[in-house]
């Protein structure tokens, strides 16, 4: 896997990856402490920042429906 960035949040890791789907520029993979894959955003965004922001985005959606415990 090509991964440019890495960043831990609330137990959970996103890995950032240089290639979306579609028009995006970035594609997020967001990881369990094991380091199973539990989504896949091909279409993260166009910039580094947006592309972590929408994966902590997604953790916090899916804690808030206790989907990811």
Do not use: W
């Not at 609330?10 to 997020?28: E, Q």
């Not at 972590?52 to 899916?62: A, P």
Request: aromatic share 8%.
């Amino acid at each position: 896997m090509n991964t440019s960035l890495h960043s831990d949040y609330k137990g959970f890791s996103i890995d950032l990856t240089p290639r979306g789907d579609y028009c995006a520029t970035f594609a997020v993979d967001i990881r369990d402490g094991e380091g199973r894959v539990l989504h896949h955003l091909g279409v993260a965004g166009n910039t580094e920042t947006r592309a972590v922001e929408r994966g902590r985005e997604l953790i916090d959606f899916e804690l808030a429906y206790d989907r990811l415990q």
